[in-house]
């Protein structure tokens, strides 16, 4: 699926390149089953019902969010720009904060004391759960809605013999649409992974003079992968396929297509683009979990 505001660009016999102008795609109030305002920029999505099956959204969250502890049978991907967001005893992310969420693992609760910015990639775990796509994801809730109610990040019914069933409300959500119990993968990960991309040292890129990288992290067995980089300007990078890419900072043509701060650019599998920046770019890549 191609996210609103996308340009793609095509070399002969390769997949397509697409490049998101974060301004492109409007900024809408979402939805959702936890408690308070929360509203996001919808930016991309995988293929539904697929293990690899994704999303990425730029969410806006004002003070008045909040959601229990809970874990989910999917991956996330945090990278904080703006505010505060407090997950409790896991840590608070603050604006340059990566953060690594492994489905299995209980996080929060989780808190907004102020206008937090946060980009949020969701995937299909290293289980093969998947994730569900917005549609289903909306479908489902609105059903739930007139079955029982949502409160606190949880979703309460009472049976025909009058008792009264709490969930967590993205489990409820998950059963609805699958049709059976959600059965959680095992921990792979004790908490959450953060990381502080400030105290990571700029390592030169081999055969790309002014380019530099930050290795974060690899994670699971499916070989998610974190790392940022910067391009002087003047400077090119070649783009890895699989791959997710945030522009943080900066300006320039990625696939030929130009772009600016804040942009999306995805690479598919078996692609392959090149980067110039016209301004220092700095970006955050995520290169997205192998089921093959």
């Not at 904080?80 to 990566?98: I, N, R, S, T, Y």
């Not at 910015?117 to 917005?134: E, P, R």
Request: hydrophobic residues 35%; charged residues 20%.
């Amino acid at each position: 699926m191609m996210a609103s505001g996308t340009r793609a660009g095509r070399v002969e016999g390769q997949p397509s390149i697409r490049v998101v102008d974060v301004e492109s795609v409007p900024m809408l109030a979402r939805a959702h089953v936890r408690a308070g305002g929360f509203s996001s920029r919808r930016l991309l999505d995988g293929e539904q019902g697929t293990p690899g099956n994704f999303s990425l959204q730029l969410s806006l969250t004002p003070d008045t969010y909040f959601s229990p502890r809970h874990r989910h049978n999917f991956d996330q991907v945090r990278f904080q720009l703006d505010g505060e967001f407090d997950f409790a005893c896991d840590g608070v992310m603050k604006p340059g904060l990566v953060a690594y969420f492994p489905e299995g693992t209980y996080y929060g609760p989780q808190s907004s004391s102020s206008r937090s910015l946060t980009l949020v990639l969701q995937f299909g775990g290293a289980s093969g759960n998947g994730y569900m796509s917005t549609e289903q994801y909306d479908c489902a809730s609105a059903e739930l809605r007139g079955l029982g109610t949502f409160a606190n990040g949880a979703f309460s019914v009472i049976t025909p013999e009058g008792r009264k069933i709490n969930k967590d409300a993205y489990e409820a959500v998950w059963e609805r649409v699958n049709g059976r119990p959600l059965v959680y993968p095992p921990e792979r990960y004790s908490r959450p992974v953060f990381m502080e991309p400030r105290n990571f040292a700029w390592t030169p890129i081999e055969r790309h003079p002014g380019a530099y990288g930050k290795f974060l992290g690899e994670f699971s067995e499916r070989r998610t992968q974190i790392a940022q980089y910067r391009v002087d300007p003047g400077a090119s990078l070649s783009l890895a396929g699989h791959s997710i890419y945030f522009v943080a900072a900066g300006s320039g043509v990625a696939g030929g297509q130009d772009f600016r701060e804040h942009a999306t650019i995805h690479v598919p599998d078996a692609a392959s683009a090149s980067l110039s920046a016209r301004e220092a770019v700095e970006m955050l890549r995520i290169g997205l979990p192998r089921f093959s």
